[in-house]
């Protein structure tokens, strides 16, 4: 038995910050100016002279730093303790990736400077577009795309562009209930209906049900491998063949990427198309849906509808703009080169080996959360999971207690929630993803938190529906602060 650490992240918001405006004091500065020994010009338009100074906060430099400084506490990062959100993989980011992305050599590239004068860059895009090829085991890899949902579009684009080329296009996109959000929206955005499936009482998606959805008007079929409950699609061999006899493509969703690394290939079961969040399975920062990198790995047959320019390969790489079948341009110049730069990193430190250890540990630090956990709440698939593990709060509702008030009551143990009421297709979703970078002492930490909570949903329900107590402001009305947010100053 391991000593379990006290929480390590931070109880946070525990002070509060007015906004810098309200800090400001008439007269302030942060700088010192020797007054102007130039003329004022005299000829100047008196209408375009400002009449009245600006409205600017007036600090001293020390006040603004320690604003931002304080304010930036407010954020949970996976740098300030354990982030067990499900379906996001928040894994730690090495820091050896940021020194690799500061070399001069990366970060003051131009994407405009000729060719010749950027090989290296060069070169590492062609590097990572082969190490994921051979992850995922498929042909080719364009690195373009900025997320994952957006690698999604351009997956789907392709797929419409194959069949559009054969003069076989098609209307409908399969995708399974437990998809997440952005599959059946992206199917939506490049014009296909969606078709929803039913998973079975095992959580799986099972071949008769899409044998019995297959028509010559479904281009393929969007599946999420592991799926978004953390089980792995044990019938996607068959499933690929179903929706390959009736002409469509499988997209895989390899958000969960994380799961199979090393171990098993998507392209080896059937999938012929999927794109990679290197934000979640390369140890690369989040982004709010953008700054990230959503690279897409297809068949040979996909590879002309990538997006162009691709990197032609040669004693010189060179960009090749001569792709007529191409869907085009899906981000400017070659997506976000610093993102990639940290992910051919990590895959160049730790290696094919340290991959598949990398999952190995991933999937059992979850089935360990599972095993843990499962003496307190309700686990939804009583199985072995992957890198995820969904619970509920069945065994808490006799008490009043939600799923909502148990993530809430986190914030005052030091943790950041885990993801709730998703995956859509589990009432009540409490989804938990360790990720392989925590160790056993901190998610013993956890664990031992989330039994405190348990005791306490039973003993003083109230401590909990009330929850967080520790934050200056408490629960917070997050309905109102997505649809109405204030995001003006109203000056006094
Ligand atoms: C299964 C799955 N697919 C797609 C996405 C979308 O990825 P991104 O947020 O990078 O657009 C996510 C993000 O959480 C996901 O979990």
Request: net charge negative; aromatic share 6%; with cysteine.
């Amino acid at each position: 038995m391991t000593r379990a650490f006290p929480p390590s992240g931070t109880t946070g918001l525990a002070h509060e910050e007015p906004i810098i405006f309200e800090r400001s004091v008439p007269g302030r500065r942060g700088w010192l100016q020797p007054s102007s020994d130039i003329p004022a010009a005299d000829d100047l338009d008196g209408a375009l002279l400002r009449q009245q100074a600006p409205r600017l906060p007036e600090l001293t430099e020390p006040d603004v730093v320690r604003h931002y400084h304080r304010l930036s506490q407010w954020n949970y990062s996976i740098d300030a303790g354990f982030y067990p959100l499900g379906s996001c993989t928040m894994k730690y980011n090495p820091r050896v990736n940021e020194d690799v992305a500061a070399m001069t050599g990366f970060a003051q590239v131009h994407p405009q400077q000729p060719g010749a004068t950027f090989q290296g860059a060069l070169q590492l895009m062609v590097e990572l577009e082969d190490a994921l090829a051979e992850i995922v085991g498929l042909d080719a890899v364009t690195l373009q795309p900025a997320a994952g949902a957006h690698g999604e579009y351009t997956g789907l684009a392709c797929i419409r562009a194959a069949q559009v080329a054969c003069g076989d296009a098609r209307t409908k996109i399969l995708v399974p209930e437990s998809a997440h959000g952005t599959n059946p929206a992206t199917a939506v955005i490049c014009g296909y209906q969606t078709v929803t499936l039913p998973a079975g009482p095992d959580g799986l998606l099972h071949p008769e049900v899409v044998a019995a959805a297959m028509d010559d008007q479904v281009a393929g079929l969007m599946i999420t491998h592991p799926n978004t409950i953390g089980l792995y699609e044990r019938h996607l061999p068959e499933i690929c063949e179903i929706v390959h006899r009736g002409g469509g493509f499988v997209y895989g969703d390899g958000a969960n990427l994380n799961a199979l690394m090393g171990v098993a290939r998507p392209g080896d079961v059937g999938i012929d198309v999927m794109h990679i969040n290197l934000h979640k399975t390369f140890s690369t920062p989040h982004g709010g849906g953008g700054p990230g990198a959503g690279p897409v790995a297809v068949r040979a047959e996909l590879e002309p509808f990538l997006p162009r320019p691709i990197i032609r390969r040669g004693e010189l790489l060179e960009l090749d703009w001569d792709r007529p079948l191409s869907i085009g341009k899906v981000r400017s110049f070659f997506g976000n080169f610093g993102v990639l730069v940290r992910a051919w990193t990590y895959i160049r430190e730790i290696g094919g080996p340290g991959l598949e250890q990398a999952t190995r540990l991933a999937v059992l630090n979850a089935n360990y959360i599972r095993a843990r956990l499962g003496e307190s709440f309700a686990v939804a698939f009583d199985t072995p999971c992957m890198h995820e593990v969904v619970l509920t709060d069945r065994n808490q509702r006799e008490h009043g207690v939600a799923t909502m008030d148990i993530a809430k009551r986190l914030i005052d143990k030091g943790f950041h929630p885990p993801t709730v009421y998703f995956p859509l297709v589990v009432p009540h979703a409490i989804m938990v993803e360790p990720t392989e970078s925590e160790s056993l002492q901190e998610l013993d930490s956890f664990v031992a938190a989330m039994h405190e909570i348990a005791a306490e949903a039973a003993e003083n329900p109230a401590l909990l529906t009330g929850a967080p107590h520790a934050p200056v402001r408490g629960r917070l009305d997050e309905v109102a602060a997505a649809k109405q947010p204030r995001l003006r100053y109203d000056f006094p």
